[in-house]
């Protein structure tokens, strides 16, 4: 990974992006029936700061993703990047999903292109694709085709998808949720390495409170469906953290008591 | 396979252990072309066909072929295993030849103006290639200008019917409706809608092989993963690259099931469309011959289209394998 911190340095900087959530409900038609998924959320979200989202499973936490990239509309209520309403998807706010999608018919740097390629401008961009293929250690995989490659290289993979546009908001959905333990320590630190060293906003969707605690300055707890904001911690500790820091051991306790579960 | 391989070597047939080993494949391939050749010019033809010398001149020339593969054929080097693998057929189709000979030709036990010798079907080779050529040549265009155009409109059709909610709506009830029919069916109408007889199987051969690419094309590009999709959007991609380097891209391993099942319906509908109103085509050859009990042509015909339409198959796989050169392992997993 020292490849991928030195190229990372070598990658451009970005602002963060400024993200708030006002008055945000939003339903879900299941078998014609309105299933509410979010119930009156607001939150600010400060530029470059890096947000976990923890809640049980299914209480709204991807669909609060969704809305941010633009993928769906709320029912009520607005997101706003940066002040200005947001009305549809835009490659300066990319989601990565707990599974890669990998265009199976395309090779690894083929993949990274698609973000250049739908905005016609991959030719210009063919030193930014091999630096996002670089960037997340895959250069010797770039002609590898997405079923030649192992559960985490597919996610670095998609990661370097999304890195090589430069984000300004990069929605994280779970995307380390399917990997083996090992692998998901090894991208924990390059999550951060890159949020560190690039500079967007992060707004991290997981399961694991450990690991929002090791990589969040901020972590929202939600309710169960549907979902309210029940607590919103700073964490004010410097990185890296160690996962037996007293201060990270006494946040896992309170957030997962806050949760429900008696630790 | 590798169980067929492994008996195979412990008969024989396999790969030489040391490089000055005979393989006795070719030998008995050699031996049983002989035969073949000797019983083709020994025993007097019941009726002639002619071109009896020629055939038992080839027949000996693949003998002395094989006999040459039995001393020398670890000299080959990569193209022995593969030329070793067909042994049992060479020694198999040398009997077949002597057989064929001695009960059409030489003893007369099949019924005579139905079934030919070898040398029968040779024969009509030497005489009437002219003729055969120009039929190939005939059906080529019919079938090239029939398919080519079939599937080009099937497959804008079909990404049009997975596509687009308006299009289906309105289209896909059209197509299940018609779909099934067999194409074949429409021969009556379309001998009346069209001025020609050869736009009439244009038409019929591009319905034939279009609608298997409409359905399939339409079906893939339907199921589509949804979040290929939203990948996309979130990278900035606008409705026309989502069509054409998301949709179309995920569904061609189904394009190419539609694309083998319309090459079968389009030979199926090529020979019949030939039959009824042609002036020269494989299929007019066999309407045309048969008329007159000439099954020596009608079988040597037969054997033309088996290998034009399995090498098409073939031609298919090959370019279905470069195309989809993505989905190895894919499929397997």
């Known amino acids: 990974m020292v490849a991928a911190a030195t190229a990372a340095s070598a990658a451009e900087t970005v602002s963060g992006l400024a993200l708030s959530f006002r008055g945000i409900s939003h339903e879900f038609r299941l078998d014609g029936k309105p299933l509410p998924v979010l119930a009156g959320i607001d939150l600010e979200i400060t530029a470059g700061d890096f947000v976990a989202l923890l809640g049980p499973s299914g209480c709204g936490k991807s669909t609060l993703l969704r809305l941010a990239a633009g993928l769906d509309i709320p029912a009520s209520g607005v997101v706003l990047a940066d002040g200005e309403a947001i009305t549809g998807p835009d490659p300066a706010r990319v989601l990565v999903f707990q599974d890669p999608t990998l265009f199976p018919w395309r090779s690894v740097r083929d993949n990274v292109a698609i973000g250049p390629q739908a905005r016609g401008i991959v030719r210009e961009a063919q030193a930014r694709i091999d630096a996002a293929v670089d960037l997340v250690g895959l250069s010797d995989f770039a002609g590898a085709y997405p079923h030649q490659l192992s559960g985490g290289m597919a996610q670095r993979a998609a990661l370097a998808r999304a890195l090589v546009n430069d984000p300004r908001l990069l929605l994280l959905d779970e995307p380390l949720g399917k990997l083996d333990s090992l692998t998901r320590l090894a991208m924990q630190d390059e999550l951060l390495r890159l949020w560190q060293s690039v500079g967007y906003t992060a707004l991290l969707v997981t399961h694991d409170v450990e690991e929002a605690l090791l990589l969040a300055n901020r972590v929202i707890v939600l309710s169960d469906r549907p979902a309210a904001i029940r607590a919103d911690i700073a964490i004010d500790l410097p990185h890296p953290r160690r996962r037996d820091d007293a201060g990270i051991v006494r946040l896992r306790h309170d957030i997962l008591s806050i949760m429900g579960y008696g630790a | ?333």
Not at chain 2, 122 to 146: N, P
Not at chain 2, 151 to 180: E, H, N, R
């Open chain 2, 1 to 333: 396979m590798s169980s067929v391989t492994e008996n195979a070597r412990s008969d024989g047939y396999g790969s030489a252990v040391n490089a000055r080993q005979l393989w006795w494949p070719g030998f008995y391939a050699a031996a049983a072309w002989v035969l073949a050749a000797a019983i083709t010019i020994g025993l007097p033809d019941v009726v002639p066909w002619g071109s009896a010398n020629i055939f038992a001149g080839l027949l000996v020339g693949g003998a002395g072929i094989f006999a040459l593969l039995g001393f020398g054929i670890d000299r080959l080097g990569r193209a022995r295993d593969p030329i070793a693998w067909y042994g049992p057929w060479a020694i198999a189709l040398g009997i077949w030849f002597a057989l064929w000979e001695l009960i059409t030709a030489k003893l007369g036990w099949m019924p005579k103006p139905f079934f030919s010798p070898p040398h029968g079907l040779l024969h009509v080779y030497i005489v009437d290639w002219e003729r055969i050529l120009i039929c190939i040549a005939y059906t080529a265009r019919l079938w090239s200008i029939g398919f080519f155009s079939g599937i080009a409109v099937g497959f804008v059709i079909g990404v049009c019917l997975g596509w687009s909610k308006s299009f289906s709506y309105w289209g896909m009830p059209v197509l299940k409706l018609i779909g099934p029919v067999p194409a074949s069916a429409w021969i009556p109408a379309t001998f009346f809608l069209f001025p020609t007889t050869f736009q009439a199987s244009i038409f019929l051969v591009a319905l034939a092989s279009g609608i298997p690419v409409a359905i399939l094309t339409a079906s893939g590009v339907g199921q589509v993963n949804r979040a290929y999709y939203d990948v996309a959007r979130t990278l900035g991609a606008d409705s026309r690259f989502l069509v054409l380097r998301v949709a179309i891209p995920a569904a061609l391993p189904n394009v190419f099931v539609g694309l083998f099942m319309g090459l079968y319906y389009s030979f199926a509908v090529l020979v019949v469309a030939e039959m009824l109103g042609a002036k020269y085509g494989l299929g007019w050859y066999l309407q045309f011959q048969t008329a007159y009990s000439a099954y020596a042509n009608v079988y040597a015909m037969l054997i033309i289209m088996a290998l034009l339409c399995s090498g098409l198959v073939k031609l298919l796989f090959v370019v279905r394998d470069r195309v989809l050169d993505w989905q190895k392992g894919v499929v397997q997993w």
